[in-house]
T-cell receptor, first 114, second 111 residues
Framework: GAVVSQHPSWVICKSGTSVKIECRSL??????MFWYRQFPKQSLMLMAT?????????EQGVEKDKFLINHASLTLSTLTVTSAHPEDSSFYIC??????????FGSGTRLTVV | QKEVEQDPGPLSVPEGAIVSLNCTYS??????FMWYRQYSRKGPELLMY????GNKEDGRFTAQVDKSSKYISLFIRDSQPSDSATYLC???????????FGTGTRLTVIP
């Protein structure tokens, strides 16, 4: 079945540094990928829609200059958290459409900013 | 009012019990209804999806959608300890990419 590989699975960084999270579609081409954030005991919240070869579409309230998204190929989307702060600590998950309404998700990245 | 409401639980049941998980929603444009299972510190995996109203069965899992009441359910028969996870409902309008998720219900099946 369709697999989305997300890396790293966890990362700890110092406040003020940047962190890059990668999301790859392993056996299919994903023209569109989605980035979500999930705080403990809360729902998945869509941050942005990543479109191959064009600018990402950000949801209201998400800072595009802080959360940089690049979708340079049909199999790779990256999310860079710039100048990370402790309040950015969260679980970040990417997903891709596999045709129809059934999206497939990556395994997530737990970011801790200290 | 949130787009999707889901009781966060937690819910604990003995092994073999029938589990009922539910979500309500407010947007009548939603046409696709999904249930995801999420183990701790992992991404969600799609369990089932239904289009519009009706029932769908897959092994021990049954999904029900009642659009008139804006209410969806997931039933798990003969629950197993391996079913212990957080279950998220999600829905989207026809042709839309954005999924709206419930907060998830944490289920524990006790051996």
């Amino acid at each position: 079945g369709a697999v989305v590989s997300q890396h790293p699975s966890w990362v700890i960084c110092k406040s003020g540094t940047s962190v890059k999270i990668e999301c790859r579609s392993l056996d299919f081409q994903a023209t569109t990928m989605f980035w979500y954030r999930q705080f403990p005991k809360q729902s998945l919240m869509l941050m942005a829609t990543s479109n191959e070869g064009s600018k990402a579409t950000y949801e209201q309230g998400v800072e595009k200059d802080k959360f940089l998204i690049n979708h340079a190929s049909l199999t790779l989307s990256t999310l860079t958290v710039t100048s990370a702060h402790p309040e950015d600590s969260s679980f970040y998950i990417c997903s891709a459409s596999i045709g129809g309404p059934g999206y497939t998700f990556g395994s997530g990245t737990r970011l801790t900013v200290v | 009012q949130k787009e999707v409401e889901q009781d966060p639980g937690p819910l604990s049941v003995p092994e073999g019990a029938i589990v009922s998980l539910n979500c309500t929603y407010s947007n009548s444009a939603f046409q696709y209804f999904m249930w995801y299972r999420q183990y701790s510190r992992k991404g969600p995996e799609l369990l089932m999806y239904t289009y519009s109203s009706g029932n769908k069965e897959d092994g021990r899992f049954t999904a029900q959608v009642d659009k008139s009441s804006k209410y969806i359910s997931l039933f798990i028969r003969d629950s197993q300890p391996s079913d212990s996870a957080t279950y998220l409902c999600a829905m989207s309008a026809s042709g839309a990419n954005n999924l709206f998720f419930g907060t998830g219900t944490r289920l524990t099946v006790i051996p």
